[in-house]
């Protein structure tokens, strides 16, 4: 499985699991939206075993739901922080080579 994460999203990674403690970070994919697939990052209390274990840091625990892998195959996660109209943003973005496009909103991708 070819997913990088970037040392910004390790980083926003790792804060997440102290403030919400969790175990691990899981990344899957849901049917949703205009475009028809959503990313869904989540920080979690128990693994599904189903899973498969990424080693990425050794700090870090990151599972993605394997359903989803084929889409999943090549994506960058990186943590950007952004000032939209004096509101700042903070996210984990997703840069996927497999997408064709994204709605208007970016909320949702297509392949």
Not at 47 to 74: C, F, M, R
Not at 90 to 99: A, G, V
Request: with cysteine.
């Amino acid at each position: 499985m070819n997913i990088t994460f970037t040392p910004a999203a390790c980083d926003y990674i790792k804060k997440m699991l102290v403030k919400e403690h969790g175990i691990a970070f899981r990344l899957s994919v849901k049917k949703t939206g205009c475009s028809g697939y959503s990313y869904q990052p989540a920080i979690v209390q128990s693994i599904n075993p189903a899973d498969t274990k990424l080693d990425i840091t050794s700090d870090i625990a990151i599972y993605v739901d394997p359903l989803w892998q084929h889409l999943l195959e090549g994506v960058q996660v990186d943590y950007i922080e952004e000032d939209k109209n004096g509101l700042k943003q903070k996210r984990l973005i997703f840069i996927n080579p497999n997408e064709a496009s994204r709605c208007g909103c970016g909320e949702s991708f297509h392949v």
